[in-house]
C-alpha cells in the first residue's frame, strides 16, 4: 500500500518548476541580448494591458513556493521585498526561494493534509485544511504564476518549450 506524501505532493513540484524558471530566465537574457531588446521590455511585459507583467509572475511563483512550504510545514511565512529589476535580481530570489523551501524540515510537512491553514486578512481570509490548500489554493496559484511567466517570454520570440518548462523530474 502507497500511502500520500505531503512533502512529495508539494516540495519537490516546486523545485522543479523553480529550476525551470531558472534556466529559462538564463535563456531570455541571453535572447534580449543577442536581439538588442532591452531587457526592462521582457521584464515589464504583460501579455495583456489588466495582467501582471513578468517581473510580478516570477515574484508571485515564488510567493506561493515558500509560502506554501511555510504553512504546511506550520511555519510563519516569509516576507520577500519585491525589488527585483533585472534577470539577475530574479534568478536570486529563485534561488532564495529555493534554499527557503528546502530548510523546511520534511518531517514538519508530512502528515499536514489536515492542518488549519488561513490566508490573507479582513474580507480576503480564506480558511483551509492543508491537503485543499495544496491541491487546490496554492499549486493552481503557482502554476497559474509560473505559466504566464513561460507564456510572456514565449510570445516574445523566446525559443523554449514544453521541455524547457517541465524541466527535470
Known amino acids: 500500500m502507497t500511502t500520500f506524501s505531503m512533502y512529495s505532493a508539494s516540495i519537490p513540484v516546486f523545485k522543479q518548476i523553480l529550476n525551470s524558471l531558472h534556466a529559462i530566465l538564463d535563456k531570455a537574457e541571453a535572447h534580449a541580448t543577442d536581439k538588442k531588446i532591452d531587457p526592462a521590455a521582457l521584464l515589464q511585459y504583460r501579455l495583456f494591458p489588466d495582467m501582471l507583467p513578468f517581473t510580478r509572475q516570477i515574484q508571485i ?36 526561494t529555493l534554499a527557503y523551501i528546502d530548510s523546511v524540515p520534511q518531517a514538519q510537512i508530512e502528515g499536514s493534509e489536515g492542518r488549519a491553514i ?18 487546490h489554493y496554492a499549486l493552481p496559484h503557482f502554476y497559474f504564476h509560473a505559466t504566464t511567466a513561460y507564456d510572456i517570454l514565449r510570445h516574445n520570440g523566446l525559443e523554449i518549450g514544453k521541455k524547457d518548462f517541465i524541466g527535470s523530474y
Open 61 to 96: 511563483a515564488c510567493d506561493f513556493a515558500k509560502g506554501a512550504a511555510a504553512r504546511l510545514g506550520g511555519l510563519e511565512v516569509p516576507s520577500y521585498e519585491d525589488k527585483e529589476t533585472s534577470f539577475a535580481d530574479l534568478k536570486e530570489r529563485i534561488v532564495k
Open 118 to 135: 488561513t490566508t490573507g486578512s479582513g474580507e480576503k481570509t480564506k480558511h483551509f485544511v492543508g491537503q485543499t490548500y495544496l491541491f
